[in-house]
């Protein structure tokens, strides 16, 4: 895992020549804790993460899940990629897909995974357009378990509506110790 100085670094430059990296930061240990306690780490899980960056989040869950449990890693920036098959090489438990989320069907077919039970997501669904938005989080709950969750951090609130049409229940926190400190978690219920 990169240090808190070289992780920043690493934002900042492929923030400059990607617009979907969408922050000058990674998450902080604040948000990945708030996000990551919706998660039931007791039990083998699937898991997906949707732009996992540089790796703040999958590394917590990685520390956490257990032996026959599986992390999925969805990640469209090449750098970003590579650093995270550097970071997480030799775990069998992990594979790193350089691929955009809205492929999240496809994906899971090459992988041979029937039921997601948690997705973990930091894109930025504001870049997204209207269409998009709705049919990846169509998508999105479709590929989850009967009770699996999609467990999303956004700046500012404008998810929340989207959410409510597609999942049952949906829980919002927000979390201010982060840069920048406007970020809200979600755990939406399939
Ligand atoms: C705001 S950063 C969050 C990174 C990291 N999860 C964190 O919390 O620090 C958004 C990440 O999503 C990636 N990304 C943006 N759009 C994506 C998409 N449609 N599919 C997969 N990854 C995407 C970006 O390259 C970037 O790594």
């Known amino acids: 895992m990169p240090s808190a100085l070289s992780g920043t670094l690493s934002y900042i430059k492929n923030f400059l020549r990607d617009q979907d990296v969408a922050a000058i930061a990674p998450s902080s240990s604040f948000l990945v804790r708030r996000v990551c306690k919706w998660i039931d780490f007791d039990r083998d899980q699937v898991i997906v ?3 996992p960056g540089n790796g703040v989040f999958s590394e917590y869950i990685l520390d ?3 032996a026959g ?3 999925l890693l969805i990640e469209s920036n090449p750098e970003f990629v590579k ?3 550097e970071m997480t090489a030799g775990d069998p438990r992990v594979a790193v897909v350089e691929d955009r989320a809205e492929r999240i069907v496809d994906i899971l ?7 997601v039970d948690y ?3 930091g894109i930025p669904f504001s870049f997204l357009d209207d269409d998009t938005k709705h049919t990846l989080l169509a998508r999105t709950r479709d590929v989850l378990a009967k009770r699996g969750k999609f467990l999303v951090y956004q700046n500012y609130n404008h998810l929340e509506a989207p959410l409510r049409e597609h999942f049952s229940e949906v829980t919002k926190e927000y979390e201010p110790r982060n840069i920048p400190p406007t970020m809200f978690a979600y755990e939406a219920r399939k």
């Open 109 to 115: 077919q090459a992988h041979e995974i029937d039921a």
């Open 119 to 121: 997705i973990v997501s």
């Open 83 to 85: 650093m995270l098959e």
């Open 69 to 71: 449990s599986t992390l």
């Open 49 to 51: 993460e949707y732009g």
């Open 64 to 66: 956490r899940m257990t």
